[in-house]
């Protein structure tokens, strides 16, 4: 009882700081913050490298990152 009390545990703290991490680097993107986006990113798919959501975003940032370094050239 003991051992899966405490999996389920582990598991919810996990989930919540992994969910909390990629909002975190999703607001960072959408507030134009694309380096610091894209090092969030870049360690979450190397933590989770079957995150599709992870690695949506972490293509969003790339992109919009690129595209505002092109227009302020």
Same mark, same amino acid.
């Given at each position: ?5 405490? %999996?389920?545990?582990?598991? %919810?703290?996990? =989930? ?13 993107? &959408? &507030? ?17 490298? &079957?995150? =599709?959501?992870?690695?949506?975003? %972490? ?15």
């Amino acid at each position: 009882m003991k051992t899966t009390t405490l %999996f389920f545990a582990i598991m %919810f703290i996990f =989930g919540h700081s992994y969910s909390q991490t990629v909002t975190e680097a999703i607001k960072k993107t &959408n &507030n134009e913050r694309y380096p610091e986006a894209i090092r969030d990113f870049k360690l979450i798919v190397s933590q989770m490298p &079957n995150d =599709g959501t992870a690695y949506y975003y %972490f293509g969003v940032s790339y992109r919009d990152w690129e595209t505002d370094r092109k227009s302020t050239r």
